[in-house]
């Protein structure tokens, strides 16, 4: 009778296998069936000799999902021979550190064993759920193996990153995320090996291509197309047609307030100020395909009119407001043009910063001299009693003035001296700009010499 319950619960635990996501049932188990990674797992590389060796030490992988940051946490324990407790911090809270704390200490006076505790999404711990563990990580009571999606720098105290190295996984290349379908459609036991499904080299190709570096979206794509394929004379044999069925609608890896939503509109803006419209575009495109919302585009768009190229070329500003006004009349996609435009418009105008440096120096001048009067001569007198006491006397109307303008006047606080904050760059409207300044420059000297 026992023999049976055995064999009951080893079928029990079979079918279990077999129920889980594709992704789960091959994920690797050693070094050998790892894809992707070489800079951290190729010969040599300080990871790898840590795991060959078993020697565990706390770390924290940043990375894009599906790279591999939890098979790595698995594969660190197993080889260490450690105890490992698994949460995500989605779910958990300081009551379940505290409970992996307990059973760590259980494990290592019973069995003398280390205890490796993986958290999962750990940049969602706030300070307080990040402290709670961290005494025990510096007494060795846990190996602290942290993985997450945001950067580190901005999302973990100082005190954990003191004490774990970053490791920073990259998205698969094509090549890697090939092998890993490779690989699931051969492995017999938990894969598809046994099923006779074969997967054709264009429909490969769209998979890799929308699972864009993530090998658990390439798993879950090859399994939802495995089961969308009809058994034709005993085979299952996964075409074109079927791999754009499951692909429609993939979007490029984006968020919407994280690492890549920064750095792609840092991207963009770059690209933009190096003059390359074709680069402008194509990063517009990535973030427009990632569901980032085009308004917020077009309103970076309007201060990089303003930032980037100010007076060179000031109908730069007005064309982005247009874009952004197109954009709400029309919707997507129709108004997204609009915007692309006033991206190539940006990027193929001519350069300045003038007045972007300028308000940066005039605002900490503001700052550093404090409340100054305003020169008696530039005040407002609408009331008797404002003429009495001098508001607005002495003040030279610029157009009563020769050519319009009234050489030699100071229209800063009398206690401050003058200052230059804009300087023309020689391009664009700002060329003629320069010249003009050049000419005021003149006319304020020579008054100057002739007083």
């Known amino acids: 009778m026992d023999d049976l319950f055995k064999k009951l619960e080893g079928k029990a635990n079979a079918d279990n296998d077999l129920n889980r996501p594709l992704a789960d049932r091959i994920r690797p188990r050693s070094l050998e069936s790892f894809f992707g990674q070489e800079h951290l797992l190729a010969a040599g590389k300080p990871l790898r000799v840590a795991i060959e060796q078993g020697r565990a030490h706390s770390m924290i992988f940043w990375g894009p999902p599906g790279t591999g940051k939890t098979t790595l946490a698995r594969m660190i324990a197993a080889t260490t021979d450690a105890h490992f407790i698994s949460l995500s911090a989605v779910m958990a809270g300081i009551k379940e550190v505290r409970a992996a704390v ?74 890697a995320l090939s092998e890993v379908l490779r690989r699931a459609l051969r492995e017999t036991d938990l894969g598809l090996g046994g099923e006779n499904i074969s997967l054709d080299d264009d429909a490969a190709e769209l998979i890799v291509m929308a699972a864009d570096g993530d090998a658990r979206r390439a798993l879950n794509l090859l399994e939802l197309a495995a089961d969308l394929t009809p058994v034709t004379n005993g085979k299952r044999i996964i075409d074109c047609g079927i791999a ?34 074709d680069a402008s575009l194509y990063w517009l495109m990535r973030m427009l395909d990632g569901g980032c919302d085009p308004l917020y585009v077009a309103r970076r768009m309007i201060r990089v009119a303003s930032e980037d190229i100010g007076n060179a070329d000031p109908r730069a500003l007005r064309l982005c407001l247009d874009a952004a006004e197109t954009f709400e009349r029309l919707g997507s996609p129709e108004g997204e043009l609009a915007i692309a435009q006033a991206v190539v418009f940006l990027a193929c105008a001519a350069k300045s ?99």
């Open 102 to 175: 307990a059973e760590a200490k259980q494990y290592r006076e019973a069995y003398d064993r280390r205890t490796v505790l993986f958290l999962d999404e750990v940049h969602r711990f706030n300070k307080a759920q990040q402290d709670a563990f961290l005494p025990f990580v510096e007494d060795g009571t846990l190996t602290f193996i942290g993985a997450t999606t945001e950067n580190p720098s901005f999302e973990l105290n100082n005190a954990l990153l003191s004490r774990a190295r970053v490791y920073v996984l990259k998205s698969l290349d094509a090549n």
């Open 244 to 277: 754009k069925d499951i692909v429609q609608g993939s979007r490029r890896r984006f968020d919407k307030q994280g690492e890549y939503f920064y750095d792609q509109i840092s991207a963009l803006h770059k690209s933009i100020r190096g003059s390359d419209p």
């Open 353 to 451: 910063n003038a007045v972007y440096e300028a308000s940066k120096s005039a605002a900490a001048d503001a700052i550093e001299f404090g409340t100054l009067e305003v020169p008696l001569h530039l005040r407002n007198a609408p009331t008797r009693l404002m003429k009495e006491l001098g508001y607005g006397e002495k003040y030279r109307y610029a157009h009563n003035e020769e050519g319009g303008f009234a050489a030699g006047e100071n229209y800063f606080p009398e206690d401050m001296p003058a200052r230059k904050y804009y300087h023309p760059v020689p391009r664009g409207l700002e060329l003629q700009i320069g010249e003009k300044l050049a000419e005021i420059a003149r006319l304020n000297e020579r008054k100057k010499d002739n007083d």
